[in-house]
């Protein structure tokens, strides 16, 4: 059976309710579909102690503040979960839940999205998918030879399950700095390996400096200025409370990244080596775009050329919250909200056209 819509909305986390809104505003007929069997997107899958990098009221979608949570400056996921389920039902967002899109094909003047559980033909196609579902796995010499348990950040839950183990956590960003932290704080015996020297952002630095970093250096680009450098030259870790509480306690000592994985532990250059149970890695994500490989599109490292949010090479196409390369700070709950506006109105036009 195939059904058609004027735009299928591919994901229904936070960049796909963003769309959903802004095409709900337009009048323009829509449909999202959803993956997951519950409303949340990927927060519903993260670590129990994650927080989010600003204020309730910094971080919320188009048309809805975020609420605080009682006796929490920054929410966590849980909150965010709750928040994002409200928003759906508030807006009457179309979201279709538990389908899975396995690719999407060209189809005369239209797109053609096939689904496990059926077909639909749309005039144009937003991808929301996110990264999460593409962890990514360095290729360190060794790492099949471990014998020890090996987990990236989306199978991280809490310390308990590594209790009375030694554990080395990979990564000198937000999400190595807050497992790290999440470990130390509850005892566990931590090896903490980063690439480079930890780069703690000042303290009274949160996610609102990021997003105006972020939007600078995307406004600095398009005008043909000297490019800021963005969040990458205020630095890496967002001191949130719990990464500056093991930070000033000293409980946040950064190793330098070993050269190599042994049997039963990891080995640096010099011939230092540390023994553990467990290898965490949080060495970041790929974009999730597998369900476009039939429209040739890929480019270098996995990303499709876009001006904007729209495909270069299909205009019929837009991309929303990969990253600032699909708008400015688009990844997140604040900064999704603007790309997310100007991809409807693009297809609005198109769809007028």
């Known amino acids: 059976m195939t059904q058609r819509t004027d735009v299928v909305v591919i994901g229904g986390g936070q960049a796909g309710l963003a769309a959903g809104y802004h095409l709900r505003r337009l009048g323009i007929e829509h449909v999202i579909l959803d993956a997951q069997t519950a409303p949340g997107g990927a927060w519903q899958h993260t670590w129990d102690f994650l927080r989010l990098f600003s204020p309730a009221q910094y971080s919320s979608l188009p048309g809805r503040l975020m609420p605080s949570q009682p006796g929490e400056l920054y929410p966590d996921a849980a909150h965010v979960v709750d928040y994002l389920a409200d928003y759906e039902k508030r807006y009457e967002l179309p979201v279709q839940r538990g389908t899975w899109v396995e690719s999407v094909h060209r189809d005369g003047s239209g797109l053609r999205v096939e689904t496990d559980s059926g077909t639909w033909t749309a005039r144009a196609v937003i991808s929301a998918t996110g990264t999460w579902t593409r962890p990514f796995l360095p290729a360190v010499p060794g790492r099949r030879e471990?014998?020890?348990r090996q987990l990236h950040t989306v199978r991280y839950r809490s310390p308990s399950e590594f209790a009375g183990q030694r554990v080395i956590v990979v990564?000198?960003?937000?999400?190595?700095a807050q497992i790290a932290a999440d470990l130390a704080h509850a005892g566990i015996d931590l090896t903490w390996v980063t690439q480079r020297p930890p780069r703690y952002l000042a303290d009274d630095i949160d996610g609102r400096a990021l997003f105006d970093?972020?939007?600078?250096?995307?406004?600095a680009l398009d005008e043909g200025r000297t490019d800021t450098g963005g969040v990458a030259s205020l630095g890496d870790i967002v001191a949130v409370p719990p990464v500056r509480a093991a930070r000033d306690a000293g409980l946040l000592t950064a190793e330098p990244m070993f050269s190599r994985l042994a049997a039963t532990g990891v080995e640096w250059a010099d011939g230092t080596t540390a023994e553990a149970e467990a290898v965490i890695w949080c060495?970041?994500?790929?974009?999730?775009?597998a369900h476009?490989?039939?429209l040739?599109?890929?480019?270098?490292?996995?990303?499709?050329?876009?001006v904007g949010t729209?495909?270069?090479?299909?205009?019929?196409?837009?991309?929303?919250?990969?990253?600032?390369w699909t708008g400015p700070a688009s990844a997140t709950l604040i900064g999704v909200g603007r790309p997310a506006r100007d991809a409807a109105r693009e297809i609005a036009g198109l769809l007028r056209a």
């Open 213 to 219: 970093a972020a939007t600078a250096r995307r406004r």
């Open 283 to 289: 060495t970041g994500f790929r974009p999730a775009l």
């Open 146 to 148: 471990y014998q020890g």
């Open 292 to 294: 476009f490989a039939s």
């Open 296 to 306: 040739r599109l890929r480019g270098t490292r996995g990303h499709i050329a876009t």
């Open 171 to 176: 990564g000198g960003g937000n999400s190595g």
């Open 310 to 324: 729209r495909a270069v090479d299909e205009p019929r196409l837009h991309l929303l919250g990969y990253g600032d």
